[in-house]
């Protein structure tokens, strides 16, 4: 087996390094743009003579026909790669190129999976891996494997809990592949439109509409790639980096948004339309904060959704 390997991400560095023990690589391809621990990818490559190849969004029909031509795989994986693979180059392996795609589709077809998995308080994240298509997350499903989602899990928790899945995932699909008995199920129609990556609306607390509980499930799923959940306080915009769904008693009420010192005087409570906050950390342009600092920071003691709220 000779594998095209297209990465983007540390998520699949466990599979690269899998793939590269048992000598399946046959090249590894990246985007130009730098991106966290590429070059781990590149030392790997190196330490294994993999020849590696970039590319961007303008060239990367151009200089992959020739690339892939001299390599000769059979086969073609791709994790989280940035721009699409040409169909020229889809069919350029004998076997076809498959993706790995961590969520359920067609549900979870779009950008950020990841993400919209846990804002949707999803139990479980599916590993779909699919053959590729012209169109983006639609060809026919060659494997699926679900892996839980935590109670506490951050988005970079599960991400790590991802990548290690995602070995014993490849591997069974590759079996799959090498005994001859890759069962590829076509997707059920959708007309739902691909999810887009998350907003500045996406990763912003509405205290008048989330409660206590969705609030935290966006700490979680902004923690660590966006430094915290986006609100203001006091005309400047405040990241909430940890919390966790408490209860509050009646003569704490001051309105959604509101906080207040515990007994503890080290734990930060914010009201919310249903429930309340413990916060933890938060983050400023200044720098973090623990929950007394920056109580004693702040005038207003009250959260915003917008920063218009707060002038």
């Known amino acids: 087996m000779r594998i095209v390997f297209y990465a983007n991400n540390k998520l699949a560095i466990p599979v690269f390094q899998y ?3 048992n000598r399946w690589v046959a090249g590894l391809c990246l985007p130009e743009a730098d ?9 790997i490559a190196q330490w294994s003579q993999v020849p590696v190849l970039e590319v961007n969004a303008e060239n990367i029909d ?14 073609g994986m ?52 699919h053959k590729m298509s012209q169109k983006f997350d639609s060809g026919p499903i060659a494997y699926e494997e679900p892996v839980a989602i935590g109670k506490n899990d951050s988005y970079g928790v599960l991400q790590k809990k991802l990548a290690q899945s995602s070995v014993m995932i490849v591997y069974k699909f590759l079996t799959n592949v090498q005994i001859d008995k890759l069962n590829l ?23 008048e509409e989330q ?5 935290a499930v966006l700490l979680r799923a902004v923690n660590p790639w966006n430094k915290g959940a986006i609100t203001y306080c006091d005309g400047q915009m405040v990241r909430i980096l940890l919390g966790s769904e408490t209860e509050i008693q009646e003569q704490n009420r001051r309105g959604a948004g509101s906080f207040f010192l515990g007994e503890a005087l ?10 309340a906050l413990f916060i933890e950390a938060i983050y400023l342009e200044d720098g973090f904060f623990n929950a007394s600092e920056f109580y004693h920071l702040s005038i207003q003691k009250k959260f ?5 709220e707060t002038v």
């Not at 409660?211 to 609030?215: E, L, R, Y």
């Open 185 to 207: 199920v076509n997707q059920n129609a959708t007309t739902r439109s691909p999810l887009a990556k998350p907003s500045y609306a996406d990763v912003r607390i509405n205290w």
């Open 78 to 129: 791709v994790f989280t790669f940035p721009y699409k693979i040409p169909q020229s180059l889809i069919k350029s392996a004998e076997q076809g190129f498959f993706n790995v795609h961590f969520g359920k589709l067609p549900k979870y077809r779009g950008a950020e999976p990841l993400f919209w998995n846990m804002v949707n308080q999803e139990k479980e994240v599916c590993v779909t891996i």
């Open 19 to 21: 793939l590269v023990m």
């Open 211 to 215: 409660t206590a509980k969705q609030i």
């Open 266 to 275: 080290n734990k930060l409570y914010v009201e919310t339309i249903e429930g």
């Open 62 to 75: 151009k200089l992959s026909s020739g690339w892939l031509k001299l390599i000769q795989p059979s086969l």
């Open 35 to 43: 991106f966290e621990l590429k070059n781990q990818f590149q030392q």
């Open 304 to 308: 915003n959704t917008d920063i218009a």
